[in-house]
């Protein structure tokens, strides 16, 4: 399949009446945990119900707040606002009080969505109160919608109605002012450097992205998939690989509300007989040591994104059979924006960029290969929405978006990542990665998980402390490893700390922010 991007002029919700089209409304396109089972026929006449009353007393064109984990019912409240013309703020639910009521006022979320019955099992009731609370406009506060009382008031009319709406639905869609221009969903930053940005995404960057992936792929997708998504919706790679593009292109997706359940998933391979997974390493790595023999014999490869796939994680894949295949992205890319194929993979990179991408590399001071990766393309997004001026949508300059990562282009056009331009140490006047120092850390003790906190050195200027779950771990050994294996002396930190758990992210990611914290209230101790 060959992507061009003038074919990716359409909603999200157009997409999805195309797949139908092309691959017949009787076959199954979702299913949930709770064992939710939805043909293409019941996912957009259920979209269509719903939508009628869950965007009652909201405008076209108004962003929607939704707080739902992955299940049959988030994927029909998403393509029930996008075929309504409204636009779905999909709220992190592990973010915490303070950057989710953040993320609503940045948003200007008149309306948030959500489920008694999540709330209740996620104990997120301080969140809800927090909400109610709190004043979008002059007199007007958050107005919490859930979808067990929306569904109590669906009768037969409703359902009638949605019927026949769903025999002219492409005219509807358009009539509520669906558009491919328009936002097709707004996402949020962790709010690791002050309050969580809005990232807006269009419907054409979602529906381009989804396109992207396929075409790349160059046949390694097909129908007759079955795909795995256990990463959160208001994470990008959940939502538009692990849902959209699947949906889109034929595949079966089955959903599982959190990825954290490392025994349970690999169940679910077995039992559904999945074949595609999209994860990140640390959930790629649970999952490989706590499956049973055979439970993830079904899996063709595995899709990781988000953060370095370790040596260890891949050997461990190998050895039930399937390849990883890492990829790179940003959510303000929808999110994909390079990975590896199969017959195709490169160990240490991330592949090559998307069909229709424009890469660019700013010069780095200390860095004498490579640069600072600026992108451009059908999927970067419309722009960012900041706390400080609610609702008011900021255009990438010239539509190009600064990733803020170093990287390195080989002459065949595989990316290797160096590490976030921010997550660079200065030491003695070299630059030192702290992304290399973790796998120099990985490469010595395999099995845990590490990650590199920078402080400021009177002498050196920088000092690396290593936050490690390795109980045994001392610098005497990691001194030894980096010298018997060639790496500089100056990548060993300082000081190591060992802690129970290392912090992490509701995306899988490393909880940078918590780590330092961490390494900053032991710092007298060391």
Known sequence: MTFDSRTCQTTVFEALLEARSRHGGSKLAVEDA???????????????????????????????????PNVAGMAVTFFALNAFGRVPAILNFTAGQRNVVSAAKTALLHTVVTARRFIEAAKLEPIIAALEKTEIAPGKRVRIVYLEDIRAGIGALDKALGFLRSKYAKSFHRSQGGRADTPGVVLFTSGTEGHPKGVVLTNANLVANARQMFAHAGGAFTPADIVINPLPMFHSFGLTAGTIMPIVSGM???????????????????????????????????????????????????????????????????????????????????????????????????????????????????????????????????????????????????GWHDTGDIVDIDDDGFIAIKGRAKRFAKIGGEMVSLAAVETLASNTWPDGQHVVVNLPDERKGEQLILLTDVASAEKDVLLEHARRHGFPELWVPRHILVVATIPVLGSGKIDLPAAAALVRQARPLL
């Open 252 to 398: 079966q997706v089955v959903l599982y509300p959190t990825p954290l359940h490392y025994r349970q998933i690999p169940k679910l391979v077995r039992d559904k007989k999945a074949t595609v997974l999209f994860a990140t390493d640390t959930f790629l790595l649970g999952y490989a040591r706590a499956a049973d023999p055979g439970d993830l014999a079904t899996m063709r490869f595995v899709v990781a994104g988000a953060e370095r796939v370790k040596d260890h994680t891949r050997k461990l894949w190998q050895q039930i059979g399937t390849e990883i295949l890492e990829g790179y992205g940003a959510t303000e890319c929808a999110p994909v924006i390079a990975c590896n194929l199969p017959g195709s993979n490169r160990p240490g990179t991330v592949g090559r960029v998307l069909p229709e991408m424009e890469v660019a590399l700013e010069p780095v001071e200390g860095i004498e290969t490579g640069g600072r990766l600026k992108v451009r393309g059908p999927n970067v997004m419309a722009g960012y929405v900041f706390a400080e001026h609610p609702g008011v949508v900021r255009a990438p300059p010239e």
């Open 34 to 68: 709770d064992r939710q089972r939805l043909t293409y026929d019941r996912l957009i006449l259920g979209s269509l119900v719903l939508g009628s009353k869950l965007t009652a007393g909201t405008g076209r064109g108004e962003t929607v707040g939704v707080l739902l």
